[in-house]
Structure formats: C-alpha cells, structure tokens
C-alpha cells in the first residue's frame, strides 16, 4: 500500500513538473515569418535556421522589451491570412504597411524602408527599367507589392509565384520576362546568381516595412514600438542594415 501510494506521488510529481513545461512554452509569443526572402528572413542550408535582418531586429526587439517569442516559418499567403484573424501574435517577414492590410492587421512604426524594381537575364537588353515592361510577362510573389506593381503596369501579364526563387528560376529559363521585387531581395538573389540575373533601372516605389499583430493588441504593439524606437535612436538598427543590406 506504501509502495503503491509512494508510486502515485511520483507520477503526480512527474506529470506536475511536465506540465509546468508545457506552460512556459506556451507563454512565449508566436512570431511568424516567411523564411524564403532573403535578406530578410532565409533558412539556413548548413543550421537550418530562420536567419536574415528581420530575424535579427525581431530577437534585438524582444530582448530589448523583455518578451519571450517563439519564430514559426510558414508560406506567405497563411501568414497574411492568420494575422488578419489573430492566429499568431506577430509577423515579421518584409511586409509593407498598406491601407488595405492595415484594415486586417495591426502595423508597428516603420523599421524600414525599401522600394521595387525589376530583375531580368544577364542577355536581356530590351527591358531597362520598369516603363519598358508593357506586353512582357512579368513574374512577383504572391498577395507582394511587386505583383501589385506588376498589375498596375498597362499591358503587364502578371505571374505569381509562392516564392521568389522560383519566379527568378523561370526568368533564367526564358519563361517570364522579368521580375518585380523589393530592392534587397533583388540584391541578395542577383548577389547570389551573378552570372544568370541583373538589376535593371532603378528603384520605383517608396515602402516601410511594419512589424504585424494582432489588430486588438495594442499593448504588445506599443511595447514593442518603445524598443523599436530605442533600437533605432542607439544606432543597432543602422548596424542590421549595413551587415544585411550590403550590395557587394
């Protein structure tokens, strides 16, 4: 009877200590991304980490607030879908404020600022800057704002992709013409495939990037706005772009 009762509190103890574990975990906030934008947000081949500006700043900020967060790399069109209906409690994933996501989702101050332009063949000498692109077939990432801008080009015939890498791989295949995308991810792709893609024109839009939440947090958005500033004013958001942005 002893050994019997001595049995029953081990495995309360047990099973005491294994739930107060599985609380902690779900006390950290759920951060998700899109890991297939580099240099924002990419998996390492060699770690298999999520690692890239983005990743550094949402860690920086964390740190800097006191927050516990957990980074969860899913598709691009999920990820705009759940925090519109506050799945997660953050995104951080190069996503540009606009008044149409700001209905769905709510947005921190700007952390950044980028802007599209247009990626072709290493051999195409007919497009040399985004004017030149009526009656081309032009590639962009789904729901991005280069496929917005791609769309707003009279005589464009948009095509989607659910990543980056494969609309750059069909542009070196001859299947599209070009690519729109945003300026640093145009760098780190052409960077990467020098001998196959070049950047042509120059930079066409003006964009800020927001971290997203949940539209009715706005505790954890103020919190995070307040380390944000802070991170800017002591220059550690310069330092990321000057590591990560790096045209060389």
Known sequence: MKRTSLSFIVM?????????????KSDALTVVTDGTFPPFETVDEQTKEIVGFDM??????????????EVQNISWDPLLAGMAECQYDMAISAITIKPERALQMGFSDPYTNA????????????VNAHTDL?????????????????????????K????????FLDVVNGQIDAVIVDYPTAV????????????????????????????TNTALIEQVNTALAELI???TVRELENRWFSAD
């Open 12 to 24: 309360l103890l047990g099973l005491t200590i294994l739930l107060s574990g599985c609380t902690q």
């Open 56 to 69: 550094d700043l949402i860690h920086a900020i964390a740190e800097r607030a006191g927050l516990n967060i």
């Open 115 to 126: 802007g599209q332009i247009v990626v072709v063949d290493i051999d195409n000498t007919t």
């Open 134 to 158: 009526a009656g081309m077939t032009v590639g962009a990432q789904i729901a991005t704002t280069g496929a917005m801008q791609a769309e707003a080009i009279e005589g464009v015939t948009l």
């Open 160 to 167: 989607t992709y659910d990543t980056y890498e494969l609309a």
């Open 188 to 215: 780190a792709f052409v960077n990467q495939n020098s001998e196959s893609l070049k950047l042509v024109g120059e930079v066409f839009t003006d964009e800020a990037y927001g971290i997203a939440f949940c539209k």
């Open 233 to 235: 004013a002591d220059g």
